[in-house]
C-alpha cells in the first residue's frame, strides 16, 4: 500500500530483457535503505525489490505487467517516480494507492496557467466511472484530484512542487501514463453494479 507522495525521482540506469519480462535496475538515494521482498512503487506500479546496494536497486516486471502499464516502455536514463510502500505508523499525505494500475492513459495537452500546469489525459471509455470531479486519481504513482473531466478525458491541475519533483516535468504530449482510480470508488461501483443484477 502507498499514498501517492513520491519520495524521489530515480533514474533507470539498466534494462535487461528476460523471457516474457524485463529485469530493471534503477539508482536513487535511498536504495541502501531497502530490502530484498520489500515492496516499491515505480511509476505508481508495485515491485519486489530483488535487489541493491549503495547506489540502486533491481526490480522484476512479468509479462503481465509489462502489457497493463507503460513499465514496458521505460529506457536507461528515464526518470521514474518511486515511492516506498506505507507503514502502519505514516501519515496517510496522498490518498490510499494500491500499486495495481487499472489502465494507461495518454497525455493530450499540457498548459501552463499561472504557476500550475494543466494536463489533460485522455483513458479507456470504460472507466468513466470510476473517475469523479475532485476525486483522487493516481497518475505515475502521484496522489492527484481530477479537476474536471469530460468524454473519457480528465485534467488534474499540478503545482509547481510536484512538477519540479515528480517526473512529469519530463512529460510530453502524447507520453503514456499508469492510472490507478480510487480504490473506495471502485469499491462503490463493483457493489452498485452487483445490486442491478
Do not use: W
Not at 508495485?46 to 507503460?70: I, M, P, W
Not at 497525455?107 to 494536463?119: N, R, W
Amino acid at each position: 500500500m502507498f499514498t501517492g507522495i513520491i519520495q524521489e525521482v530515480g533514474t533507470i540506469a539498466r534494462v535487461k530483457d528476460l523471457q516474457g519480462g524485463k529485469e530493471l535496475t534503477i539508482a536513487c538515494e535511498f536504495s541502501d535503505q531497502l530490502q530484498v521482498d520489500q515492496s516499491i512503487s515505480i511509476n505508481g506500479v508495485c515491485h519486489t525489490v530483488t535487489a541493491f546496494d549503495e547506489y540502486g536497486f533491481t526490480v522484476q516486471s512479468v509479462e503481465e505487467t509489462l502489457r497493463k502499464t507503460n513499465i514496458g516502455d521505460l529506457a536507461q536514463n528515464d526518470p521514474v517516480n518511486l515511492e516506498r510502500s506505507l507503514h502502519p505508523d505514516q501519515l496517510l499525505d496522498g490518498h490510499l494507492v494500491q500499486g495495481h494500475v487499472d489502465a494507461v492513459g495518454t497525455i493530450e495537452k499540457i498548459d501552463q496557467e499561472g504557476t500550475d500546469y494543466l494536463f489533460t489525459i485522455s483513458y479507456p471509455d470504460e472507466y468513466q466511472s470510476l473517475i469523479v470531479g475532485r476525486g483522487s486519481i493516481s497518475v505515475d504513482g502521484i496522489s492527484l484530484t481530477v479537476a474536471n473531466e469530460k468524454d473519457c478525458q480528465f485534467t488534474i491541475a499540478i503545482i509547481p512542487y510536484t512538477y519540479n519533483h515528480t517526473n512529469l516535468n519530463a512529460r510530453e504530449t502524447g507520453d503514456s501514463v499508469n492510472l490507478e482510480f480510487d480504490v473506495l470508488g471502485k469499491y462503490v461501483v463493483k457493489y452498485m453494479e452487483s445490486r442491478e443484477d
